[in-house]
């Protein structure tokens, strides 16, 4: 009967071992939750910043005009002359 007290603190260990993974991966599934969320909100904010940029870039190029012929205009100009 001299096992049974070390069987039993045995026992005890593996159950606090237990309850310690328990709490960890629980932990790490709340941080898990919280870097996806984050992850979205940073990408939505990306999408906008860049749909914003490039609504920008158009409304500034219809707003200056364009020094720069188009191939089209290039071969209108070459059979006007």
Do not use: C, H, I, W
């Amino acid at each position: 009967m001299s096992y049974l007290p070390s069987a039993v603190l045995v026992l005890l260990g593996l159950a606090l071992v237990a309850v310690f993974v328990v709490r960890l991966l629980r932990s790490a599934g709340r941080t898990r939750s919280a870097a996806e969320m984050t992850k979205a909100a940073v990408g939505d904010r990306s999408g906008l910043l860049r749909a914003r940029s490039a609504a920008l870039r158009v409304a500034v190029a219809e707003r200056v005009p364009s020094t720069r012929r188009t191939r089209q205009e290039d071969s209108d100009a070459s059979r006007s002359n």
